[in-house]
């Protein structure tokens, strides 16, 4: 059980402060949820107490693991499907575990992919939305600006496949 104030990840939305816990009756049935203030976008999530663990809801990184997600973004490519449905399911799955590491992998692969061969629009969506689930928990631990967390990964990247990035990606 976490408390209000405490910063959490929900997988596939991002990293947010709880603000407040909240009984609410949805669809007849009154049930206790995390009310969740997400750093970007100002937008607020509501998440079940009684699915906490099938969600996947953590506590985000510390300050001092940033420094590997950071060292994930600048390493080198892993292999990928060149059949992009499969590579598409993979990085999903990736993306769906919460786990800070792989959607920095997904971010890493899915940025050289797209500079090298370019990205289909369901991967520029991924990667995009890949992006800012890492963006929000970077914006969290940092306690930075959304602007400085995309300068550092960007900074990171670009250190890695050099000055050449599609605008679009970045």
């Given at each position: 059980?976490?408390?209000?104030?405490?910063?959490?990840?929900?997988?596939?939305?991002?990293?947010?402060?709880?603000?407040?816990?909240?009984?609410?009756?949805?669809?007849?049935?009154?049930?206790?949820?995390?009310?969740?203030?997400?750093?970007?976008?100002?937008?607020?999530?509501?998440?079940?107490?009684?699915?906490m663990e099938d969600i996947g809801?953590?506590?985000?990184?510390?300050?001092?693991?940033?420094?590997?997600?950071?060292?994930?973004?600048?390493?080198?490519?892993?292999?990928?499907?060149?059949?992009?449905?499969?590579?598409?399911?993979?990085?999903?799955?990736?993306?769906?575990?919460?786990?800070?590491?792989?959607?920095?992998?997904?971010?890493?692969?899915?940025?050289?992919?797209?500079?090298?061969?370019?990205?289909?629009?369901?991967?520029?969506?991924?990667?995009?939305?890949?992006?800012?689930?890492?963006?929000?928990?970077?914006?969290?631990?940092?306690?930075?600006?959304?602007?400085?967390?995309?300068?550092?990964?960007?900074?990171?990247?670009?250190?890695?496949?050099?000055?050449?990035?599609?605008?679009?990606?970045?």
């Amino acid at each position: 059980m976490f408390n209000i104030g405490e910063k959490i990840v929900y997988p596939m939305h991002g990293a947010g402060v709880i603000e407040s816990i909240e009984e609410r009756e949805i669809l007849g049935e009154k049930r206790k949820y995390y009310i969740m203030k997400m750093p970007i976008g100002n937008m607020q999530v509501m998440i079940p107490l009684d699915q906490m663990e099938d969600i996947g809801i953590r506590k985000v990184i510390d300050f001092k693991e940033i420094e590997n997600v950071l060292d994930v973004l600048a390493s080198e490519t892993t292999k990928m499907h060149k059949n992009w449905n499969r590579r598409y399911r993979a990085n999903m799955e990736l993306i769906k575990t919460g786990d800070i590491y792989e959607i920095a992998e997904v971010v890493r692969n899915l940025t050289l992919r797209d500079k090298e061969k370019g990205l289909s629009t369901g991967e520029r969506k991924m990667l995009s939305n890949a992006r800012q689930i890492l963006i929000s928990e970077i914006v969290l631990v940092a306690e930075i600006s959304e602007e400085e967390a995309i300068d550092l990964i960007e900074e990171v990247i670009l250190r890695q496949i050099g000055p050449t990035v599609p605008d679009a990606v970045l």
